[in-house]
C-alpha cells in the first residue's frame, strides 16, 4: 500500500537521519499533530483518536527523549502546551524538506497535474469533504 511505503520511506529517512529513536507510533499519534506554536495534549489525542492516557505516555516519552517540551498554558495556566524542543525543530524541518524532496520527485515522475489532483483529494478528505 502507498501509505506504509510513504510512511517506511520517512522512518528510514529519520532513523538515517540519527533520529533511531523515535518510532511509528510517535509520528502517528503525536508527532505529526505537534505544532511550532503548541498544541494542548487533549487536542492530539482528539487528532490522533486514541485516549488522553495514551497520549499522555507518547508526549513523556518523547519530552525524555528531548524531542518536545511541555509548558504551562499561557491562556489557561492548569493546562499545558506540548511545542517542539531545539532537538525536536531540527527533526520537523528535516521532515519538511524530505517532503519536499518527495513531492519533487512525484512531480518529476508523474506530472504537475497529477501531483497537483492528488493534493486536492488529499486535501479534500482531510477537510470531511470527501469519505476516507
Request: with cysteine; net charge negative.
Amino acid at each position: 500500500m502507498a501509505f506504509d511505503q510513504l510512511v517506511g520511506a520517512l522512518l528510514r529517512h529519520v532513523h538515517e537521519s540519527g533520529h533511531g529513536d523515535i518510532t511509528l507510533s510517535h509520528f502517528l499519534n503525536v508527532l505529526r499533530f505537534v505544532s511550532r506554536e503548541g498544541v494542548r495534549p487533549a487536542r492530539i489525542a482528539e487528532q490522533a483518536g486514541i485516549s488522553q492516557q495514551g497520549i499522555s505516555l507518547l508526549i513523556a516519552d518523547l519530552v525524555e527523549r528531548g524531542y518536545l517540551e511541555r509548558t504551562p498554558d499561557p491562556i489557561d495556566r492548569r493546562a499545558q502546551i506540548v511545542r517542539w524542543s531545539a532537538k525536536g525543530e531540527v527533526v520537523a524541518r528535516d521532515v519538511e524538506q524530505w517532503f519536499g524532496e518527495c513531492e519533487r520527485a512525484w512531480r518529476a515522475a508523474a506530472g504537475e497535474s497529477a501531483v497537483e489532483g492528488a493534493i486536492t483529494t488529499m486535501d479534500l478528505v482531510a477537510r470531511g469533504g470527501l469519505p476516507a
